[in-house]
């Protein structure tokens, strides 16, 4: 008898919220002020809807655990999706430590404590390896933990959104008042444009949906569906807290500041009980931490399969083959915890040293961004690529004609280097490039790296 599939189409779009909507990157995309609102509406036109559409395409034509590299490996080779392996691998442990260092940052603001390094290494090693078990599971065994999440994050999300145009409504003051249309135009100099990555991580996923495929009824329906459906949500759920936020603190704090720290503003502005406020910060953060709990959880399987295929063509080590008796390459997911607990326990040593926990969380999620930006950038040109070499029938296809599909392809992989970019060299003063100097050097090692294993690649002769 054939085993019931587990995964349903509203797990796949809570799924796809849940993998999209990430809630501790709200508060950058906040301290861009009101020009926000036209950096959402401009990305989600050129960026979110061609990049959600040309996923749809490719997850539903070749559908495979192993997503985007082998999208990559089919157009280019196996070379090529080495690198997309290598990337796209390497960022996840840097996200994970960098939510390591967040979840301590969160307990320390909500419970009103210094934590010494025995709790955050305690706190931030027990972290790591949660969510680094927990992807040891396939997605329909541990789908409670990722609805669960999305729910938690539409809850506080939305809260965080209506609560501060309640605040604007009752009292009419915002930390950012809107006192012409110039105030929602955008900065184009480096420093306005330095944003460009961080919301175009927000849309970041929608290809993880489709290795979901094999734990689906009907993927080929079920997975555009998702991906309209979800991505609708996502830009919603983004929008609100971030309009929460603006009312709450000028774009400065916003920068430095978290979540919880805007419920207390907005909840002490109202005249609500201390007491009650407190109470009220302690379930947000402990909300707060579950997400990102959930975050992990719901992106492992995907990047981990990456991982797994690219061990298979020797892309990466033969250790990354490795699987469990159903099919989970659980050994990746172990080696996101060993690379992560290095990268935890050397940032509590430079933390201890010199710098802040706010100050390590955005070095490594910075890393971990533009590694991940740079695994997505050949993802247009495959795309454009199988279309012109492979007549493998398409369920769900891009409408329009050749020059058109062309544009849609070519402009957000444009917006993904352009991203790159201004992530690397937000400014060009000596003071800015010594401070920025880590994440540079970070990842030209990260390339060098990429190219060693590259190399390695043996390619099949034809």
Do not use: H
Not at 17 to 26: F, K, P, R
Not at 147 to 160: A, D, E, Q, S, V
Not at 421 to 447: A, H, K, Q, R, W
């Amino acid at each position: 008898m054939k085993k019931k599939k587990k995964f349903r189409l509203v797990d796949a779009i809570l799924a796809t919220v849940c993998i999209t909507l990430v809630a501790e990157s709200v508060m950058p995309t906040a301290a861009i002020g009101n020009s926000q609102y036209f950096w959402w509406i401009f990305l989600i036109i050129a960026f979110c809807v061609p990049y959600g559409m040309i996923s749809a395409e490719l997850g539903t034509t070749y559908q495979s655990e192993g997503g985007m590299y082998d999208w990559v490996k089919k157009a280019f080779g196996a070379k090529w999706a080495s690198r997309v392996a290598w990337n796209y691998w390497i960022n996840f442990p840097l996200w994970i430590a960098s939510l390591a260092v967040a979840v301590t940052d969160v307990v320390a603001g909500i419970f009103e404590i210094e934590l010494s390094i025995v709790w955050l290494l305690v706190l931030q090693l027990g972290y790591t390896w949660l969510v680094s078990l927990l992807g040891t599971k396939r997605i329909g065994e541990s789908k409670w933990i990722v609805n669960i999440g999305t729910i938690f994050k539409i809850l506080f999300m939305l809260g965080l959104g209506i609560l501060g145009i309640y605040v604007f409504l009752k009292t009419g003051e915002s930390a950012n008042p809107i006192n012409s249309v110039a105030d929602l135009l955008p900065s184009l100099d480096l420093a306005g444009l330095s944003f460009l990555s961080v919301i175009i991580f927000n849309f970041l996923g929608f290809e993880v949906v489709a290795t979901f495929a094999d734990d689906m009824e009907n993927p080929k329906k079920e997975i555009p569906k998702a991906l309209i459906v979800g991505g609708a949500l996502m830009a919603l759920f983004y929008v609100l807290p971030a309009t929460g936020i603006n009312i709450a603190m000028t774009m400065e704090e916003a920068e430095a500041s978290g979540i919880t720290e805007s419920f207390m503003i907005l909840l002490t502005n109202l005249g609500v009980n201390p007491d009650l406020v407190r109470a009220i910060v302690i379930i947000v953060g402990l909300m707060f931490i579950y997400t990102m709990v959930a975050n992990i959880v719901s992106w492992s399987f995907g990047v981990n399969s990456v991982a797994k295929y690219s061990a298979d063509d020797g892309g990466l080590p033969k250790i990354f083959s490795k699987t469990n008796k159903e099919g989970v390459p659980y050994m990746a997911s172990i080696m996101n915890g060993v690379v992560a607990t290095g990268i935890v326990i050397i940032g509590i040593i430079l933390g201890n040293v010199s710098e802040t926990a706010s100050n390590l969380f955005w070095t490594f999620f910075s890393l971990s961004l533009v590694t991940l930006l740079l695994s997505y950038v050949p993802l247009f040109l495959a795309f454009l690529k199988l279309r012109k070499t492979d007549k493998t029938t398409r369920v769900y296809k891009v409408g329009g004609s050749n020059g058109f599909i062309k544009v849609f392809a070519i402009v957000p992989m444009v917006l993904l280097v352009l991203g790159i970019i201004f992530t690397l060299f937000g400014d060009f003063t000596m003071e800015y490039l010594e401070g920025n100097l880590p994440l540079i050097v970070g990842v030209i090692v990260s390339l060098i790296i990429q190219e060693i294993l590259a190399s390695r690649v043996k390619v099949a002769k034809k």
